[in-house]
């Protein structure tokens, strides 16, 4: 159950402790830039760590195939030769990016978990403490549904979190919905993509009804923005500049 994993806060200062599991396979030197890797990493979750793109990560490293990468091979991580431990907390600004909604997007695509909405809040340190997902502000009482097919394996509430539903799917993924007003499914039941699962809310540390979405991979949170369709003209999903549910 992923019920440790979530018992903090949504945003939590403490959220290398809850992901030390899966990094610590990394072995990863940021003095010399180096990447070794481990057992069940892809180029793209490895970028992810580091910051940087998949297609810079490949060309610094003769990848034409990202299915090329072998368990123990050192990568060079380009523009990562720093001490982090000198570093300011990471930004999106500290990697080039435009923006924060500006993100590679993933293999693995999920369906958005409302509608319509405003995501208010992205992936990342926000006021010094690490996000682990993004905020939807929407209407009190707005449905939220399942990303994809899969298992409740918990509904309640918890701190910081308000009434949560998590949801696993297959390899290895877990979607977690926060701040609802009420939920609608049981631990243990199958879900469907698609299918409502609760309603949208304030309970929780939440400033106002909102929708807190994480998707976690191994239990190490993803930035959900890269397991997500980019929203066109015909949705009804649509991103704020600043803010922070």
């Given at each position: 159950m992923l019920a440790a994993a979530c018992a903090g806060c949504a945003s939590r200062a403490q959220s290398a402790s809850s992901s030390a599991s899966y990094r610590s396979y990394a072995r990863r030197n940021l003095h010399?830039?180096?990447?070794?890797?481990?057992?069940?990493?892809?180029?793209?979750?490895?970028?992810?760590?580091?910051?940087?793109?998949?297609d810079r990560l490949m060309a610094a490293n003769n990848l034409a195939d990202p299915r090329d990468l072998r368990v123990g091979q050192v990568l060079v991580i380009p523009g990562a030769g720093f001490d982090d431990a000198a570093m300011p907390p990471a930004t999106a600004s500290m990697f080039a990016l435009p923006d924060p909604w500006s993100v590679a997007r993933a293999e693995r695509q999920f369906a958005w978990p409302v509608t319509a909405g405003t995501v208010s809040s992205p992936f990342g340190m926000r006021n010094g403490a690490m996000h682990d997902g993004v905020d939807i502000a929407a209407p009190i009482g707005t449905p939220v549904y399942a990303a994809d097919d899969g298992t409740v394996i918990f509904e309640g509430h918890l701190h910081g979190y308000g009434n949560v539903v998590i949801v696993q799917h297959s390899g290895g993924y877990v979607t977690v919905y926060g701040h609802n007003r009420r939920n609608l499914v049981s631990e243990g039941s199958r879900v469907a993509r698609g299918q409502q699962i609760a309603e949208i809310g304030t309970s929780g540390r939440a400033t106002g009804p909102n929708l807190h979405f994480e998707v976690r991979y191994n239990?190490?949170?993803?930035?959900?923005?890269?397991?997500?369709?980019?929203?066109?003209?015909?949705?009804?999903i649509t991103f704020a500049r600043n803010g922070g549910s």
């Open positions: 010399t830039a180096s990447h070794t890797v481990a057992p069940g990493e892809t180029v793209y979750h490895i970028a992810h760590q580091y910051g940087v793109t998949t239990n190490t949170a993803e930035n959900p923005l890269a397991y997500l369709p980019q929203p066109d003209g015909t949705t009804g």
